[in-house]
Structure formats: C-alpha cells, structure tokens
C-alpha cells in the first residue's frame, strides 16, 4: 500500500470539484471497485438466468455454489494472504524488488496444492453429484483461492484503470458467456463463472509480471520461519471467519434455511439483504483509503522518521499530536460519509426492494445490514492503524472478538425470532469497533513509550 497516498495527493493537489471526484473515485475502485463488480455480476447473473434456464432451481443452486466457493475460498486463503502481503512489503522496504515475484510464484504454487488437496477431499461431500459439477467447482475454488492472493497486488501497482477494466471485463464475461451456455443449466453457469476468473487470475498474474522484473522463477522464502508471523496467520482467519460465521449459522439452522442441493444449503432471508447492504460500502471505502493512505500515511512517516533521525522529544510529541488529530479526523470522516450513505439507502430501501421484486419483508434485516456494514468500514480502518502501528496483538483481539461475538449473538439471534435476525453481526461489529477505538486511543496515548521502551 505504500504507493498509494502519493498517487493520489496527485489529483487532491488539484482543488477543484473535479480533482476531488477524481480522488474518490480512484478511491473507490481501488477499495470496493472489485467487491462491488462481483455482486452486481453475480446477481445479474441470477437475474438473467431466471426464467431462461429450465428450473428456477437450478439458478439458486449456482448463487449458492458460488456463495460457498467464495466464503470458503477467502477463509483458507486468509491462512497465507496477510503473512505474504506484510513478506511483500517488508522486501520492497528493503529496496529487494526482485523478490516479489519469484515468492508470489511460490505463494501460487502452495496455493494451488493445499487448495486443490481440500478441495478433492471436499468433493466426498457430493459424491451424489455428476463428474462435471464435481469438477467445475473444484477448479473454481482453486482459482478463486489464487485470486485473494495476487488481488494484494493490485492497490500497489497504481493502474487504477486497468486494473477496474480488467475486473469490468472478467465480469462482463462471466454474464455474457452465462446466456450462451444457460441451457446446461448449472455446470453451464459455473463454466462461465470459472471463465470470468481465470481471465481475471491470468490479467492479474500479466500486470503484476509487468510490474515486478526478475531473474529467478519461484522461490519460498515467504515460508522460512523468520518470514512467517503465527499471529498474522489468526488474524486472516478469524477476520474472514468473523465476517462470514453468521451466515453459516443460518444456512444450516433448520429454521431459517432450505436444502439446495446435496449439502449445500441457504437462507433466503437473510442472505438477500445483506448482499444488497454491502452495495452501500463504496463512499465509506473511498473516504477510508483516501483520509488513511494520506493524510494517516504522510504524518505517520514522519514521526518515525523523526524517532530514526534523533530529533528531540518536543518534535517527536507534537508529531504524535498531529497523527492522534488525524486519525480523529479520518474516523469521524468515514462515519459522516458512511453515515450519509446509509440514509440515502434507507431512504431508497423500500423502492429498491419493491424493485427487485422482493418481499417487504426483508425490509427490517435489509436497514439493519446497512448499519452493520457501515461500522465495517471503521473497523477496517482501525484494524489498518493497528497494522500500521505493529499492534498486532490488539488486532488479533478485534477480529477474535469478532468471531467469538458473531457466533454467539447469530446463535441467540435464532433462537429470539425473526425479528432479531442480522442483530447478532451488527452489535458484534459495532461492539468491537468502539472495543478497537478504546484500545487505539490507549496505544496512541502512550505511543513514545511504546516506541522506545519497547522495542527489542
């Protein structure tokens, strides 16, 4: 992430109206462009589907293949992206470029066989199923498994609008190529799903090859036990798992989910809603990248800047007072915009629903989803500081008390009733936002002794 507050106080240096809707639009291609394109296309896929395909059945049993193949994907995925991502950076801080790309080689190669490993030993799990099917959702995974992986890449390479054409077009393949094969049903869907990504896992490999010049073809240092940090290891996990535990507990509770096929299963009414909520991030994103990887970024460099250089202990402290105000800053700008946003999408939340031709009903889940995936967008940004800072330690807290709260209050949700449903991810990632906020506001009053007194 380190080339991105430079790119863009690029165009913020241009005060104009266009400068600054420039800024955030790049912002927010970079941060939800592609999350944002792969809901549309998925559920554009599901839209055009209906009524083309034989049996409606057939399309619900590709939104959820490709909703379990997408949850379990970035879960295992999380195991390693974290630890080669801070691998990554830690080489292009020591100016050794070189070896970016031969270890994002081998990040593939031990990607691919523990993700195709699980995946045969998945496939047990529908041995009812026909070859075809089989096969098609294995190599699915494996390719969305390699995709998180690589996707790191894209922030840092600054080809912003490549990069949103490269994702416009893997989507627009997946929707195009799935009217033409329709009529086998749902292995023709996933084929087209699966030939959407591989375009993109191949256009992404391309650019990054571009970006990234070496000698040698693969290598592992990423896995040498100095490279590795167990901690960052829990934190992927438990954040991925933190994210999507909800959704678990009602696809398989009898009372709020339906059998789809073999084990697959869904909740209809809770998954809908909170799809649609997550359309509303992309503002919230945008302030987040822009205020963090900016005004953040260029005031952090300069206090440890100012701590390697000797400077006095008057300077370093009015360096730690500008950073506490802009972190302040930063947050209360992500919770206006964020703020802004969900009141226009409450305000529209009937018509759309109406719209899509879903019942009224979701109505209630859908508003509270949207405050949830409001307080989402704090949380990243305070989990950032945290990685920011090297306060992995609190950051693994916010993300295990977020697994650990999501599980119990989804649990205690169910057992309450419908009306309760989206409740228990809302209050668990509202709680361990302001948790994380109290926590950060300690680190940063006592940051000049945490510097200096306790590094090793």
């Not at 009812?128 to 099917?133: A, T, V």
């Amino acid at each position: 992430m380190a080339g991105i507050g430079f790119e863009l106080r690029k165009f913020m240096r241009n005060e104009s109206w266009t400068g600054v809707a420039k800024t955030y639009t790049y912002a927010g291609v970079i941060s939800s462009g592609p999350w944002v394109l792969s809901i549309l296309g998925i559920m554009l896929v599901g839209f055009i589907s209906v009524g083309r395909v034989n049996s409606p059945m057939l399309v619900m049993e590709f939104l959820v293949s490709v909703t379990y193949l997408m949850s379990v994907s970035l879960i295992l995925s999380g195991l390693l992206q974290l630890v080669f991502t801070r691998f990554v950076a830690d080489r292009l801080y020591e100016n050794k470029r070189s070896q970016v790309l031969p270890n994002l080689f081998g990040a593939i190669a031990v990607t691919t066989s523990v993700s195709a490993g699980l995946g045969i030993l998945a496939l047990l799990l529908f041995f009812d199923q026909n070859i075809i099917y089989q096969l098609v959702m294995l190599v699915n995974f494996i390719v969305l498994c390699n995709i998180w992986i690589i996707v790191v890449f894209t922030a840092g390479m600054k080809r912003y609008k490549t990069i949103l054409w490269v994702f416009f077009f893997s989507y627009l393949l997946i929707v195009l190529s799935s009217i033409i094969v329709q009529d086998l049903g749902t292995n023709g869907l996933l084929l087209a799903f699966l030939a959407g990504h591989t375009l993109l896992l191949i256009s992404l490999l391309v650019l990054t090859v571009k970006e990234y010049d070496s000698d040698e073809l693969i290598r592992f240092d990423f896995l040498q036990r100095r490279n590795i940090f167990p901690i960052l290891i829990l934190i992927g996990v438990f954040f991925n798992l933190g994210v999507w535990i909800d959704k678990w507990i009602f696809w398989f509770s009898d009372a709020t989910s339906d059998a789809v096929s073999g084990v697959l299963r869904a909740s209809v009414i809770y998954d809908l809603p909170i799809f649609l909520a997550y359309l509303a991030i992309i503002p919230g994103m945008a302030s987040f990248l822009v205020k963090i990887e900016t005004d953040f970024a260029e005031v952090y460099r300069e206090y440890y800047d100012a701590v390697e250089a000797g400077e006095t202990l008057d300077n370093i402290e009015a360096l730690r007072i500008r950073m506490v105000i802009t972190i302040r800053e930063a947050i209360y700008q992500i919770f206006k915009v964020q703020g802004s946003t969900i009141l226009i999408f409450f305000l529209i939340g009937p018509t759309l629903i109406t719209w899509l031709g879903i019942s009224p009903l979701y109505i209630h889940l859908y508003y509270v989803d949207l405050a949830a995936v409001g307080m989402q967008v704090v949380f990243l940004a305070v989990l950032n500081i945290f990685f920011y800072l090297d306060l992995l330690k609190s950051a693994l807290l916010m993300t295990a008390g977020l697994l650990i709260l999501n599980t119990l209050l989804s649990l205690l949700s169910i057992q309450l009733g419908p009306m309760f449903y989206g409740y228990g991810f809302a209050l668990s990632i509202v709680l361990m936002t302001f948790v994380g906020i109290a926590i950060l506001s300690a680190k940063l009053n006592r940051l000049n002794y945490l510097t200096f007194m306790l590094q090793r």
